[in-house]
């Protein structure tokens, strides 16, 4: 399991950031632009991503003021998890995104620029739109 990482300080609370992730509904605010066909619930969202492929999480697991950990909800093209982590920093959030990906040598090759360019800008969204 190959794994990319993203880390930020937000200056909100960590139940304010923590309200916002475990809802599937505000995710969709953290998307870049090649993500489209966007549809989510509370504990699921559906996309596509521009050039791969179709994509569904679930929300595994939420443990209040600390995590939301998103699995695949069907098929996916390879193993995968992310996991939302909130530490409190003295009225600040520490935060981080970790994208965890079952990837072969070659899929590896293609796809670590773009995993890891996606976490970093979804943690930048993050602390924009809170």
Known sequence: MTSFISNIKIDKS???VYRFLEDCNNH???QPE???NWTSTRDEAHFTIQNMA???LKIKE???NQSVEFIPSDKAPFDLFLKWTIRDEGGTS???LELGADLNMMMK???S???QKLVDFQTKKLAEVL
Do not use: C, F, H, T
Request: hydrophobic share 45%; charged share 30%; no cysteine.
């Open 14 to 16: 960590v139940e304010d």
């Open 28 to 30: 969709e605010q953290l």
């Open 34 to 36: 090649n993500i489209y």
């Open 54 to 56: 179709k994509l569904s």
């Open 62 to 64: 939420r443990v209040v």
């Open 94 to 96: 520490d935060v981080k």
């Open 109 to 111: 090759m293609m796809a």
């Open 113 to 115: 620029g773009p995993l």
